[in-house]
């Protein structure tokens, strides 16, 4: 299990990279311009020999050159390390923020089908974009630049999908696939348009194209708070394999 986790893990970092990474005793430190904490946090995934007390400090300082806040994703199944750091963390003030599934689905005995009104697209192009930034209320240049940043630092064959309704974006999602693991995430479906079974359309068609691409398996990350995405998921065939939280400092 905990060799499975460390793999997803790994794959999710290259499918979501930062803009800036540094390596710090088994620990990967990722920077993003505060953009999402997936691209801005401690990411414990090898042991080190560095008492914990003083890599917390360290990774503290290097986040505030940073400009950041400095965040720690804690995954208790993957090490007894996380579990040490979790209760660290909790007595220096850290509070725990968007406690998170992380679901798989084995692909290869799974057909879907593709609506024809699906527009594919192996690059974020700039009606997606347009979509996905109105969808999510994102307004904000410098996040938006972020966003673009981090999608185009991604070096595995990626899908890119939108919905449309008579000519209209209704809803959008991506999905990046590397040895045969495909992450799916940015789905979103415009508010108004939600209830309609948009959204299942979409992933439906994601990921038979996925398949087509020779994806055997899609994971995703999704707020344990997301009922509705949830569901969806559980229906589409996705089931749960771990959970994880990040720790950020109260202010």
């Not at 999608?151 to 590397?178: F, G, P, W």
Request: hydrophobic residues 35%.
């Amino acid at each position: 299990m905990k060799n499975h986790i460390k793999q997803i893990e790994e794959l999710s970092l290259n499918a979501h990279p930062g803009i800036k990474t540094e390596l710090y005793d088994g620990w990967v430190l990722r920077f993003a311009n505060g953009y999402t904490n997936r691209a801005n946090s401690v990411n414990m995934l090898y042991g080190g020999s560095v008492n914990l007390e003083e890599k917390i400090e360290v990774c503290q300082s290097r986040y505030f050159l940073q400009g950041l806040s400095s965040v720690f994703k804690i995954i208790p199944e993957l090490s007894e390390e996380h579990k040490k750091m979790d209760l660290l963390l909790e007595a220096r003030g850290y509070e725990i923020v968007t406690p998170t599934d992380l679901m798989i689905l084995d692909l290869s005995k799974k057909e879907f089908p593709v609506e024809e009104s699906c527009v594919f697209c192996d690059f974020p192009e700039d009606e997606w974009l347009k979509s996905y930034f109105d969808f999510e209320h994102c307004t904000n240049p410098v996040s938006q630049n972020t966003a673009k940043q981090i999608m185009s630092l991604i070096q595995d064959d990626c899908i890119y999908c939108r919905l449309q309704n008579e000519e209209k974006t209704v809803a959008c999602a991506s999905l990046a696939i590397e040895k045969g693991f495909g992450l799916l995430s940015h789905v979103v479906v415009d508010e108004s348009c939600r209830g309609k079974g948009y959204g299942k359309q979409l992933c439906q068609s994601l990921l038979q194209q996925a398949k087509n691409k020779g994806a055997h398996t899609i994971y995703l990350q999704v707020l344990k708070s997301n009922d509705v995405a949830i569901n969806l998921y559980k229906k589409l065939g996705f089931e749960k394999s771990y959970d994880y939280w990040y720790r950020v400092k109260k202010s």
